[in-house]
């Protein structure tokens, strides 16, 4: 595959103020990027990605309008890891104003690379991470794990879905494999007596993804974890369509791929608002706010959303107990 299919930089714009554009002449320039999100879909138009209108439409709701003091040049990394470093180096050439990602080993290839510039992230644990923000440090943002109980909720709440699971499908990229995230499923696992089989995503490609569900299959899983990565979000058509295939239930952590394409049930965060609020981060900071004074902010909010027209695809009963904790069941 060619460069181009996985970096590009295309101009979008939103604006803090076409006064204040018309006075200064200034043009403000964001990076931002995905780790799997093609960049035709990195846009706040009816064809564009959910996550991506809800940021880039709260830039708009700020005051950002397009072709006016705000460039936006968008990166992807087409979900193939081994691009990610030369995609730091490319916005780092760029030199914007601030970077806005939602890839962890992104953050940290910038990171390594000493950037100054301001980096607004959606990340997992920010401690983890090492970019907890703190007076002078350029990184802030959103952090959408709220500690290893909420990961050990997730596969609780699968294993009451799915009683008779004695081994189930750990859905991970191979960065995210050693993570506190992933040690705490294993860990939750452990104390049920239940076997993980995980073969992690070297590059999460359509053929990554049926490679790892290949494996699960052969080794006889119960249900699916997928784990709580941005790369998931990307390709969660293909996630879904592999699960049911494959006639396993499968655990997310966004619920709109439960709402709108079909997954079996997630404890989800709510990941437009935590995408607004990552474009509010940016906004504090093109008025002048530095990113160590800005805390991260914590998901805090999480609901469970159960399908049962997925349920009763795949010939699952969900226990009326587990029914009575749900906050949205799906008929």
Partial sequence: MRRRDFIAGLCLAATLGRAEAQQTGKVYRIAIASPATPVAKMTDNTSGDPAWRAFLGELRRLGYVEGANLRVERYSGGGRAEQFSELATDMLRLAPDIIFTTSRKLVLDLRGAKTTIPLVVMMPDPLALGVLARPGGNVTGVSVDAGMEIWGKRFDLLREAVPKMSKVGLLITRDFSASSGAEAVREAAKRGGIAVVATPLDDATEAGYRRAFAAMTQERACAVFVADEPEHYTNRRLIVELAEEARLPASFAVREVV?????????????????????????????????????????????????????????????????????????
Avoid at 266 to 293: C, H, N, S, T, W
Avoid at 302 to 312: D, Q
Wanted: net charge negative; no cysteine; hydrophobic share 40%.
């Fill in 259 to 331: 709402e709108e394409i079909g997954g079996f049930m997630a404890y989800a965060f709510d990941l437009p608002d935590a995408m607004r609020r990552a474009a509010d981060d940016v906004g504090q900071i093109r008025e002048g706010r530095k990113p160590g004074e800005i805390p991260v902010y914590q998901a805090t909010k999480f609901e469970l959303v159960i399908n049962l027209k997925t349920a009763r695809a795949l010939g699952l009963t969900v226990p009326p107990s587990l029914l009575g904790q749900a906050d949205e069941v799906i008929e």
